[in-house]
C-alpha cells in the first residue's frame, strides 16, 4: 500500500513540470487550428494595411505628378487649382475647430457668450459662411448643374465663394466693394438721426444731438465722452433699438451687411441679435487685450465694426479699437441702439480726421 502511493506520488510529481495531462487540466491550450486562424487573420489585417499605405502612396505620387504638369503646362490653372485646394484644406481644418469648440461648449455647458474672443469669433464667422455657400449648394443639386455652378463661382466670386477661395488680391478688392456698399447708408444714419434730434422732447439733449450730428456732417470725429453722454436717448423712444423709425432700421441693417429688404420687426429682431453679439464679442476682447490681436485679427475687428481698415495703419486701427472698446464695455443691452448707430459716428470720419 505505501509502495503504491509512494508511486502515485512519483507519477504525479514527473507530470507536473511538463505539459502533460496534468496541466491541461488547470490551464487549457487552445486549439491548434484557432491558433492558425488568429495568425491569419493578424496577417491578413497586417496586410490590408501595408496595401492602403502602398496606395495611398501611389495616389500622392501621381497627385504630385499632375501639379507639375499643371505647373508647367497650365500656369493659370494651376494657380486656380491650388486656390481650391487650399480653400478646401482650410474648410476642413475651420470645421473640426468649430466642431471642437461646441464639444468644449457641450462638455463644460458654456454659452456662446462665456468663450474665449477667438473661440466666439470663430464661430460667428464659420456661421456666415455656411448661410452664404448654403444657395450654392442647393443650385448645384439638379443633375449637371454642378458645371453651371463652377461657371457662375468664376465670374462672381464675391457674390458666392466664401473668404476661403478669395486670392490676397481678391479679398482686399472684395473688400473695399463691400465696404462701399455699406458706407453708402452712413449717410441716411446720419440724417435720420438729425431727424429724430428735432422731436426730442428735453431741449438740452435735444441740441446736444444736433450739435453732435452737424459735427460729424462737417467732417469731425465725435469724442467717446460726446456719445457716451447721450446714451439715455437711445434706450427710448424715438432711438431706441424697438422705436427707431423703418427707414432708419434698414440704413443701420446696410451697415452690418444684413438685408434690408425684410419687415421693420424683423429687421429689428435681427439688428438687435448682430449688434448684441458685438457687444459681447467686445467684452471678450477687452479680457483678453488688444495686444495680443495679430494683424489680420485686428483688421478684421475693426471691419466688422464699421471702420475701413484696409486703408489705415496698425496703429491706427488700435487706436480707434481701444476708442470703440471704451464706449461698448460701458454700455448696458437697453442702450444698443447707441452702439449700433456708434459704428457710423465713430468711423466715418475716421480716415479723414486722421489725414
Not at 500656369?75 to 464639444?103: D, K, N
Request: proline fraction near 6%; charge should be positive; charged fraction near 20%.
Amino acid at each position: 500500500m505505501a509502495l503504491s502511493l509512494a508511486g502515485a506520488r512519483g507519477a504525479l510529481w514527473r507530470l507536473g513540470p511538463g505539459p502533460g495531462p496534468a496541466w491541461g487540466l488547470l490551464e487549457p491550450r487552445p486549439p491548434r487550428g484557432a491558433l492558425r486562424i488568429s495568425v491569419r487573420c493578424r496577417s491578413a489585417e497586417a496586410g490590408s494595411r501595408g496595401a492602403l499605405a502602398a496606395v495611398l502612396r501611389g495616389l500622392k505620387r501621381l497627385n504630385g505628378r499632375y501639379e507639375r504638369f499643371l505647373q508647367r503646362s497650365f500656369p493659370r490653372f494651376y494657380g486656380l487649382y491650388a486656390l481650391f485646394t487650399g480653400g478646401v484644406r482650410s474648410v476642413l481644418l475651420e470645421v473640426r475647430a468649430v466642431r471642437r469648440i461646441r464639444q468644449d461648449m457641450a462638455r463644460q455647458r458654456l454659452s456662446p457668450q462665456q468663450l474665449p474672443y477667438r473661440d466666439m469669433e470663430r464661430l460667428r464667422q464659420f456661421r456666415r459662411d455656411v448661410l452664404k455657400a448654403i444657395p450654392v449648394g442647393l443650385l448645384a443639386i439638379p443633375p449637371f448643374a454642378n458645371f453651371l455652378v463652377i461657371v457662375l463661382m468664376y465670374f462672381f466670386p464675391r457674390q458666392l465663394l466664401i473668404r476661403y477661395f478669395w486670392t490676397p488680391s481678391q479679398q482686399r478688392e472684395f473688400l473695399a466693394a463691400y465696404h462701399a456698399i455699406r458706407s453708402a447708408a452712413y449717410t441716411e444714419v446720419l440724417q435720420s438721426l438729425a431727424l429724430a434730434a428735432s422731436s426730442l422732447p428735453e431741449p438740452r439733449l435735444q441740441t446736444q444731438l444736433q450739435e453732435l450730428c452737424t459735427k460729424v456732417q462737417r467732417g469731425a470725429q465725435p469724442r467717446v465722452a460726446e456719445l457716451y453722454a447721450l446714451r439715455s436717448l437711445f434706450s427710448g423712444p424715438p432711438l431706441g433699438l424697438n422705436k427707431l423709425h423703418a427707414s432708419h432700421v434698414r440704413s443701420l441693417s446696410r451697415v452690418l451687411f444684413l438685408t434690408p429688404r425684410l419687415p421693420a420687426f424683423v429687421l429689428r429682431h435681427r439688428l438687435r441679435g448682430h449688434v448684441l453679439e458685438i457687444r459681447h464679442l467686445d467684452r471678450a476682447l477687452l479680457r483678453l487685450g488688444l495686444g495680443q490681436l495679430s494683424e489680420e485679427e485686428l483688421r478684421a475687428a475693426c471691419y466688422l465694426r464699421g471702420l475701413n481698415s484696409t486703408q489705415l495703419g496698425l496703429a491706427e486701427c488700435r487706436a480707434w479699437l481701444e476708442q470703440w472698446l471704451q464706449l461698448s464695455c460701458k454700455l448696458q443691452v437697453s442702450e444698443v441702439s447707441l452702439l449700433a448707430n456708434s459704428m457710423v459716428l465713430l468711423s466715418l470720419n475716421y480716415l479723414r480726421a486722421k489725414e
